[in-house]
């Protein structure tokens, strides 16, 4: 029986959008991975205070985001625990799930630049590999912390994703949304019905 390739993509989802869809599955298909589980953060180290729906909300949101894809999956590994959440404890726990896996972070290059300031990034890097999405304008390699982090570039993969060359984001959503502008065609048809339905970032 062949190793599992996992990959692990973390955040808000605050909405999910189509950028992290896009991301998800040029991911799974370079790499050939096996599923991707998005982790939907709980307790934020970081963005907690500008986390601007509930969790019950953000998690709905994914769910219809990923409806359809079966090779996408929700994990409540950062829900069902106490904060605060770090990327280093995440994948140690998928890890002990799913201890024959090979496991890739998925991660935006902002994330590989600032990857020296993440609490124990050595025992992130120890535990998988690094999925590092690339777009063309981003001045970003695999051995940019081999100082800070030796071997580091050993256990980087890239994922070039022309298609977001044009960053998107959830805040680039919501801001289109408080300004009274369409979001269609940034977002998956359910989850704006969604967010429609139940007044969010007004």
């Given at each position: 029986m062949s190793q599992a390739r996992i990959g692990i993509l973390g955040g808000s989802f605050d909405p999910p959008q189509l950028g992290h869809l896009i991301l998800a599955e040029y991911s799974r298909e370079i790499l050939r991975l096996d599923c991707i589980v998005f982790v939907p953060v709980g307790d934020h180290p970081v963005k907690q205070a500008t986390l601007r729906s509930p969790l019950h909300h953000r998690l709905a949101m994914l769910e219809l985001a990923i409806a359809g894809n079966r090779h996408f999956r929700i994990s409540r590994v950062d829900i069902d625990r106490a904060g605060p959440h770090y990327s280093a404890d995440t994948v140690k726990i998928v890890r002990a799930?799913?201890?024959?896996?090979?496991?890739?972070?998925?991660?935006g290059g902002d994330n590989l630049r600032d990857l020296p300031t993440w609490e124990r990034p050595q025992d992130l890097v120890r535990c998988c590999r690094l999925a590092v999405m690339r777009r063309a304008d981003e001045d970003i390699a695999p051995d940019m912390h081999d100082d800070a982090l030796p071997g580091l570039s050993k256990k980087v993969d890239m994922i070039d994703v022309p298609l977001l060359s044009v960053w998107l984001s959830s805040t680039h959503v919501v801001n289109r949304l408080r300004a009274g502008h369409s979001v269609r065609y940034l977002v998956p048809?359910?989850?704006?019905?969604?967010?429609?339905?139940h007044d969010l970032y007004r």
């Open positions: 799930q799913q201890p024959e896996a090979q496991l890739y972070f998925v991660m048809d359910a989850v704006l019905d969604y967010i429609r339905a």
